[in-house]
């Protein structure tokens, strides 16, 4: 009998010491270890971006102002050529008949700089464009001065050498060598394929290989394009990724942003019920003034308040059961009639507010309960 008691009792034991092992291994550990694995709330996200600290790719932009620079010199690359090719020229046709001078040194560099701007300042202006496009895309119009702000973290050397060993860095390489090993693949592939063709620039006419080289060169330039432009749009969605991940929040960190944002629950629920306490009292304070108290008799109490200077009755204080009682109470106590009108009682309850008039529909009801109450004051009286 003995035996079977202890047996059963540490079979109970070792029961419970399982369920309680269960409970424990299946507790919600985030709560202690702060685990970011909540989706960034709309504050947070702003707030970031008030930082400047947004989801952007700069394969993008690099890629698209490539793409936009060789385009363009596709495109004026005969008129770049002509202007640059009759500037020279009249250069050296005149070198052996110019003096050179202040004056003449002066205009030569002027015409330099006319010149670049001519053959330049199209592509450069093709780049600032297409450069403010693409950002203005990636993320819009963003002003912040936090970027501008020293961080002394960014000069520690403790600092710098974990970011050189960060997973970010280690991306960065990563994409770096598969870029150049995408790139270096095309531009080998492309060279086998014009191996017949680079031969013959030797025995070309200037002009004609400078034509030949420029077009094999565009051509080139724009498979590379091709290319970097799938691995731009890699590179952005991994930014964004990275972005959005970087964002997350823990459960404690969402319930301290309620808190700022919202405020305290009990300390709101505080300030409503101070809020209630102080409409109580001034409600109460309103009573003594009122002409007649009408009640259900039990359950609901409204106190009305009606001189020759306003439009309609008013209703000064309202309540039920408990608090219809405490009306009766000071009514009673500063000699203010209570008459009982169940029908009246119950419409006027719901629809008006305290403050408020009756409506007109009502008029005619609470007519002859103050007709009442008036002449049961002057034969008082």
Not at 65 to 82: N, P, Q
Not at 172 to 185: D, H, P, R, S, T
Not at 256 to 262: N, P, Y
Not at 361 to 367: D, G, H, K
Request: with cysteine; aromatic share 10%.
């Amino acid at each position: 009998m003995v035996l079977s008691t202890i047996f059963i009792a540490s079979s109970e034991a070792s029961r419970q010491f399982k369920d309680n092992q269960y409970k424990f291994n299946t507790f919600d550990l985030q709560l202690f270890n702060g685990e970011k694995t909540e989706d960034a709330t709309p504050k947070r996200k702003e707030e970031s971006r008030n930082k400047g600290q947004v989801a952007k790719s700069t394969e993008i932009s690099a890629v698209f102002i490539i793409m936009g620079a060789f385009y363009t010199l596709k495109l004026l690359g005969v008129s770049i050529y002509t202007e640059l090719a009759g500037y020279m020229k009249a250069i050296f046709s005149s070198l052996a008949t110019t003096d050179f001078t202040i004056n003449s040194i002066h205009i030569l560099f002027l015409n330099v700089i006319l010149v670049l701007l001519k053959t330049v300042f199209p592509i450069l202006l093709v780049i600032m464009v297409i450069a403010v496009a693409v950002n203005y895309m990636q993320v819009g119009v963003i002003f912040s001065t936090n970027v501008l702000m020293p961080d002394f973290n960014k000069i520690n050397p403790l600092t710098g050498f974990g970011r050189l060993f960060s997973k970010r860095s280690l991306v960065e390489l990563v994409k770096a060598i598969f870029k150049v090993a995408i790139i270096g693949y095309f531009i080998y592939r492309f060279a086998i394929s014009q191996t017949a063709n680079i031969p013959k620039l030797i025995s070309m006419e200037l002009i004609d290989s400078l034509k030949l080289a420029g077009s094999l060169t565009i051509d080139l330039a724009f498979q590379i394009i091709a290319v970097m432009m799938v691995l731009a749009a890699c590179d952005y969605f991994y930014q964004w990724w990275e972005h959005n991940q970087s964002l997350k929040m823990s459960k404690q960190e969402i319930k301290e942003e309620f808190k700022q944002t919202e405020g305290n629950p009990q300390i709101k629920g505080k300030i409503k019920e101070k809020q209630r306490a102080i409409a109580m009292r001034r409600m109460m304070q309103e009573i003594p003034k009122a002409d007649v108290i009408v009640t259900n008799p039990t359950h609901l109490a409204i106190a009305l308040k009606y001189d020759k200077n306003m439009s309609a009755p008013v209703v000064l204080a309202k309540g039920q059961d408990f608090l219809a009682e405490r009306i009766k109470q000071v009514a009673r106590e500063n000699k203010i009639v209570v008459v009982e009108n169940k029908p009246l009682a119950r419409a006027l309850y719901p629809v008006v507010e305290i403050g408020n008039v009756i409506p007109p529909e009502l008029y005619q009801a609470v007519a002859e309960v103050l007709a009442y109450v008036y002449r049961l004051k002057k034969r008082l009286s």
